[in-house]
């Protein structure tokens, strides 16, 4: 029987970088040096290889990704795999999946390990992101699961995955769902198919979202917050180039009092999300009194971000903004998110 076709598609990232003279490790390899480190590959698919970039994740934009997904809609592929750095992996997968919607499986990988490291992560996230492409129960499903991440023999949902730790091996999980999928010796256990339909619901809304960037400002809450960032936001007459914002709020969906005034006038001047700093997770609705408490900021028009991480909140918010959506419709489609 023939192998499935895998096209992998390297972006750069710890995956694809060398050591130079002095041992510092630089952005380099193409797709086909990352093939080539891994001859087991071709005893599971009839690979592909292309180098898109060799940037570190860091420095992904939103551009690029749109044209990868637009570059993967034209493939004649059984599966596509991409790698890239890690440190963005929670929003380039979460965007593809919002963009992408193939009946082939789509996965992203990476590595924590840099090659010079004797313990090297990315052949073995490279061939098992390779080995779950090309699986029957992936593949069969793949519209249901949508875009998955592959690391360290575990699958996860691109809604869920978060990079939890910056240099551990096993920095990345799903806290609030677990994997979908392990991979054990060569087979796929499956665990559970991602429950999608507010993704469903916000790529019919979406479209193809090619418009301009729209750059949204994440606003992080930590205690004693003053906010002379919304103020100097609210002040510019450009708001500083900003066309949406992004609060992760505390807890349930709260924010200190005295910001109370700034954030009705930030949710008047732009469509704000607010979402947990917990790391995402459903919040409250109509628990708490007080003048910032999740009821108080709802009556303000802030938009309700659901169960979205606020990383995943703002690649949301940037697509639907380039989608054009109203302010009315970016609700609807948070508000599915729960
Ligand atoms: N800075 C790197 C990147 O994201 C880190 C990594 O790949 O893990 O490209």
């Not at 789509?106 to 992101?129: E, F, H, K, W």
Request: charged share 20%; glycine share 10%; proline share 5%.
């Amino acid at each position: 029987m023939s192998k499935p076709r895998i096209h992998i598609l390297a972006l750069g990232g710890t995956i694809a970088t060398r050591p130079d003279a002095s041992g510092v490790m630089q952005m380099g390899a193409g797709a086909d040096d990352l093939v080539k480190a891994v001859p087991l590959l071709a005893t599971v698919a009839e690979v592909q290889a292309e180098t898109v970039s060799r940037v570190g994740s860091h420095s992904l934009s939103f551009d690029q990704i749109h044209a990868l997904a637009a570059k993967i809609a034209t493939l004649q592929a059984d599966g596509v795999v991409v790698t890239q750095g890690t440190d963005t992996l929670e929003e380039t997968a979460f965007l593809l999946d919002l963009l992408v919607q193939l009946d082939i499986p789509v996965i992203v990988t990476a590595a924590m390990r840099n090659p010079a490291l004797t313990s090297a992560d990315g052949p073995g996230n490279l061939l098992a992101a390779v080995r779950v492409a090309c699986d029957a129960w992936i593949r069969r499903h793949a519209r249901a699961l949508g875009v998955l991440t592959v690391m360290l023999d575990e699958v996860y949902a691109a809604a869920d995955v978060i990079k939890a730790h910056p240099t551990r091996l096993n920095a990345f999980m799903a806290s609030q769902t677990g994997p979908i999928a392990a991979l054990v010796e060569d087979r796929v256990v499956p665990l559970g198919l991602p429950v999608r339909d507010a993704i469903d619901a916000a790529r019919k809304k979406l479209g193809k979202a090619s418009g301009a960037a729209q750059p949204v400002a994440l606003l992080w809450m930590g205690l004693d917050e003053p906010g002379h960032l919304i103020e100097a936001l609210l002040g510019a007459s450009d708001r500083l180039g900003y066309r949406g914002a992004v609060v992760a709020a505390m807890g349930g969906g709260h924010v200190p009092e005295p910001l109370a005034d700034r954030m009705g006038r930030l949710a008047a001047a732009l469509p704000t999300v607010i979402s947990s700093r917990a790391g995402g997770g459903a919040m409250l609705r109509h628990t708490y009194g007080g003048p910032t408490s999740e009821i108080a900021l709802r009556k303000m028009g802030i938009i309700w971000g659901g169960r979205l991480h606020p990383l995943k909140a703002r690649v949301l918010l940037d697509t639907c903004l380039r989608a054009g959506l109203a302010r009315d419709t970016i609700a609807e489609v948070f508000d599915a998110f729960g």
